[in-house]
C-alpha cells in the first residue's frame, strides 16, 4: 500500500482535530496526574467514567442510528432533531436512578455528553449532515471551551473528583441554544416530526439493539476499572496506577476512529472498501504502537516516576488495544448492514467473558491478571467480528 494511500487530506484534516481533542484531554489528565495525589486523582478517573458510561445509555445508540441509517437531508435534520427529544426523555427517567444513587450531580455531565461530547448525538448528525472537515472544527472547539474549565478548576479552584462534572453546566445551555438555532434554519415543520417520527419510533427497537451494543462496547474501555474499584483493598490507587497506563495506551484508538468516520460513506457503498481500510488502519497502529511503547518508558523514567513501575502493565494493555483497534471497521460494517442483533450477541459475549475472567485472574495477579483478561477477550472479539464480515460481506 502507497504512503498517499495512507496519508490523504481528509484523513489528516479529521485526524488532527481528533489528535488535537484528544491531546487535550491527555494533557489534562497528565496535569491532573502530576497535580494530584494518586488518591484524588484516582476519584477524578472514576468519575470520569461512570460519565463516558452512562453517557452511552443515554444516547440510546442514536448516533450509530444516524450514521447508518440516514440518506437524505431530510431524514439527517429531522432524526437529530427526534434524537435530541428522546435522549432528553431518556435524562429524566435516569435522574430518578441518579436520585436513588445520590448521585444526581451526574445528570447534566450525563446530557451533555450524550448530545455534545465526542461521539455524542449533535458530532453523528454534523458527519452526515455536513462533512468531517466541519465535524473537526466542532470537535476542537467544544474540547478548547470543556478541558480549559476542567484544567481552570482542578488548577484554580482545589476541585477534585468532580473536575469533569462541572464544566457541563456551564456548557449545557449554550450547547442547546446552538442545536435549536441549528434545527431553526433548517425549517423543521411539525408535520414532518409526525411524520418522520413515526419511522424514528419503529427504529428504536433497533436502537435498542444497538445501546446495548454500544454499552458493552464501551464497556471493554472501563469494565477494568469498575473491576478493580470492587475488589481491590486500595481501589483508587490502582486505579490511578491502571488508568495513567490505559490512558496512553488508547491514544492507540484515534487510528481506527478517524479512518472508519471518514470512510464510512464509502462503507456504505461498497464492501470493498472494508479490507482496504483494516490493510491502512494495522499499518499504522502497528506503527504507532511502537512509538507508545518508546514514548511510555521514557515518559514515566523522566517526568511522571511515580507511575514508573507500571511499564509491564502498559504492555500488557496495549497489547489489548490493538485487537480493539482492529475491530471498528468490521463492527461499523456490521451497523451498516443492519446486523444489530449479531452485533449486539457478539459484544455481549465477549463483555460477560472479559468481566469474568477480569474477576479469575485479579485474585492471583493483581492489576496485570485484569489487563491480561483485556487482552484475551478483544482478541477473540477481533476474531469474532472478522468471520461476521466475511459471512455478510456480499
Known amino acids: 500500500m502507497q ?87 431518556v435524562s429524566l427517567i435516569v435522574a430518578v436512578v441518579l436520585g436513588v444513587l445520590y448521585l444526581m450531580i451526574l445528570w447534566v455531565p450525563l446530557l451533555f455528553y450524550a448530545l455534545y461530547f465526542t461521539g455524542g448525538i449533535t458530532q453523528s448528525y454534523l458527519l452526515v449532515r455536513r462533512n468531517s472537515n466541519v465535524v473537526s ?10 478541558y480549559g474549565l476542567v484544567f481552570t478548576g482542578i488548577r484554580y479552584y482545589s476541585v477534585t473528583k468532580y473536575g469533569f462534572v462541572y464544566p457541563a453546566y456551564f456548557l449545557i445551555i449554550p450547547g442547546l441554544l446552538w442545536s435549536f438555532w441549528l434545527l431553526y434554519k433548517e425549517q423543521i415543520h411539525w408535520n414532518g416530526l409526525k411524520r418522520y417520527g413515526r419511522l424514528f419510533f419503529k427504529l428504536l427497537p433497533s436502537s435498542l439493539t444497538l445501546v446495548v451494543s454500544n454499552f458493552a462496547n464501551l464497556m471493554f474501555l472501563y469494565t477494568d476499572i ?26 492507540l ?62 504492555i500488557i494493555i496495549l497489547a489489548a488495544k490493538i485487537f480493539q483497534a482492529f475491530s471498528p471497521v468490521f463492527g461499523t460494517y456490521m451497523a451498516i448492514k443492519r446486523q444489530y442483533t449479531l452485533n449486539l450477541k457478539i459484544n455481549l459475549f465477549v463483555l460477560a467473558l472479559n468481566i469474568i475472567l477480569s474477576y479469575l485472574l485479579f485474585q492471583k495477579y493483581g492489576l496485570y491478571g485484569v489487563a491480561l483478561a483485556s487482552a484475551l477477550s478483544l482478541g477473540l472479539r477481533f476474531i469474532l467480528f472478522t468471520l461476521a464480515y466475511q459471512k455478510y460481506k456480499n
Do not use: C, H
Open 3 to 89: 504512503l498517499k494511500e495512507l496519508i490523504q487530506k481528509k484523513y489528516i484534516y479529521y485526524g488532527l482535530s481528533i489528535i488535537f481533542t484528544r491531546g487535550l484531554e491527555m494533557l489534562v489528565l497528565f496535569f491532573a496526574a502530576d497535580y494530584l495525589s494518586k488518591q484524588d486523582y484516582g476519584s477524578l478517573e472514576y468519575y470520569k467514567k461512570i460519565i463516558e458510561v452512562g453517557s452511552s445509555f443515554l444516547a440510546f445508540g442514536l448516533p450509530a442510528l444516524i450514521v447508518s441509517y440516514t440518506t437524505n437531508k431530510q431524514n439527517k435534520n429531522y432524526f437529530y432533531a427526534l434524537s435530541l427529544v428522546f435522549a432528553f426523555v
Open 137 to 146: 472544527v466542532y470537535k476542537i472547539l467544544v474540547s478548547v471551551l470543556f
Open 226 to 251: 469498575f473491576i478493580i474499584n470492587l475488589l481491590s483493598a486500595q481501589p483508587k490507587i490502582d486505579i490511578a496506577d491502571y488508568s495513567f497506563s490505559l490512558n496512553v495506551a488508547n491514544m
Open 253 to 314: 484508538l484515534l487510528v481506527p476512529v478517524t479512518l472508519v468516520q471518514v470512510d464510512v460513506e464509502k462503507m456504505k457503498k461498497s464492501a470493498k472498501e472494508v479490507p482496504l481500510l483494516f490493510r491502512k488502519i494495522v499499518i499504522l497502529v502497528l506503527t504507532a504502537s511502537l512509538f507508545l511503547v518508546v514514548f511510555y518508558k521514557y515518559f514515566t523514567a523522566w517526568y511522571f516516576t511515580k507511575f514508573t513501575d507500571t511499564f509491564t502493565l502498559f
